[in-house]
């Protein structure tokens, strides 16, 4: 079974850090999985659900948002099945629900998410 666990939210104020983890579980995921990309969305109370970042199986191509460029950093470390998301130089405006996606195999998997709340 395909599990998504997402950890490292919190609330903090204006221009801290943090990083938010997910740990992709369960026999659908494989190291090896060469087409799996992992990657954070998240969702502000009253809003759609938008993108922030995605990083490849490599772990060398990203993308990110043009609202987080510079301040957040997605790596993915050797195991593969894991995907950090650093968050700096926070905003409030960067209160959300941040959720992890895996895309593989054609099949979008989604996490119970990790709040996040900035405050001035």
């Known amino acids: 079974q395909a599990q998504l666990v997402e950890s490292g939210g919190g609330s903090v104020q204006a221009g801290d850090s943090l990083r938010l983890s997910c740990v992709a579980s369960g026999r659908t995921f494989s190291t090896f999985d060469y087409d799996m990309d992992m990657g954070w969305y998240r969702q502000a109370p009253g809003k759609e659900r938008e993108f922030v970042a995605r990083?490849?199986?490599?772990?060398?191509?990203?993308s990110y948002a043009e609202a987080v460029k510079g301040r957040l950093t997605i790596t993915r470390p050797n195991t593969k099945l894991t995907t950090y998301l650093r968050m700096s130089n926070l905003k409030p405006e960067d209160t959300a629900m941040y959720c992890c996606?895996?895309?593989?195999?054609?099949?979008?998997?989604w996490g119970q998410g990790t709040q996040v709340t900035v405050s001035s």
């Open positions: 990083i490849d199986w490599s772990g060398v191509n990203t």
């Open positions: 996606n895996v895309q593989n195999q054609g099949m979008d998997y």
